[in-house]
């Protein structure tokens, strides 16, 4: 079974930094591009950013580019998500998911909710 | 950027009803189309990927049309477990754009 585990939501202030995590298992890690995408409170889906199975495309959306990092560590078959400069707008729910083919994200986690605020 | 524009934004239906949602791209997007379910306090579930093929394990009264710039989500004989929130998405290009959401209640 498909297993996508997110970690290290929390409260943070703005201008303040975060770092998700997503541990992934049942399925093989490093055939599979990884994605980031949020939700804010009572909003609709955003996507955030995509690293390819070698890192060798990285995208991140216009909203957070030079801000947040998109990384992954296939040894341990997880990927992760650092946030800096964070601010209110930034208070969403963070998915992790796995696409095969480009944005095709076919399994998602559950979610960790990160809220910016004073 | 590709802009998705899905329609009605909600709509009420009964037990039992057919329910068609539309899903507009701001350019051809060819057949890279999916849509979502979305639960409230859970994570989407990929319901049609490409448009028009039924990921594994999902009812087969939903069903998926169309290609280019325009394409359609039906269910038919709506369930009471399909009252919840649809969103279309564009896998073509990165940002991969959703649709703003379609929420289906009882009437």
């Known amino acids: 079974e498909v297993q996508l585990a997110e970690s290290g939501g929390g409260l943070v202030k703005p201008g303040g930094s975060l770092r998700l995590s997503c541990a992934a298992s049942g399925f093989t890690f490093i055939s599979y591009n990884m994605n980031w995408v949020r939700q804010a409170p009572g909003k609709g889906l955003e996507w955030v950013s995509s690293i390819s199975i070698s890192d060798s495309y990285i995208y991140y959306a216009d909203s957070v580019k030079g801000r947040f990092t998109i990384s992954r560590d296939n040894a341990k078959r997880s990927l992760y998500l650092q946030m800096n400069s964070l601010r209110a707008e930034d208070t969403a729910v963070y998915y992790c998911?796995?696409?095969?083919?480009?944005?095709?994200?076919?399994?998602w986690g559950q979610g960790t909710l990160v809220t910016v605020s004073s | 950027d590709i802009q998705m524009t899905q329609s009605p934004s909600s709509l009420s239906a009964s037990v039992g009803d057919t329910v068609t949602i539309t899903c507009r791209a701001s350019q051809s997007i060819s057949s890279y189309l999916n849509w979502f379910q979305q639960k409230p306090g859970k994570a989407p579930k990929l319901l049609i990927y490409s448009a028009s093929s039924l990921q594994s394990g999902v009812p087969s009264r939903f069903s998926g049309s169309g290609s280019g710039t325009d394409c359609t989500l039906t269910i038919s004989s709506l369930q009471p477990e399909d009252f919840a929130t649809y969103y279309c998405?564009?896998?073509?290009?990165?940002?991969?754009?959703f649709g703003q959401g379609t929420t289906v209640d009882v009437k």
């Open positions: 998405q564009q896998s073509y290009s990165a940002p991969y754009t």
């Open positions: 998911t796995r696409s095969y083919d480009g944005g095709l994200f076919d399994s």
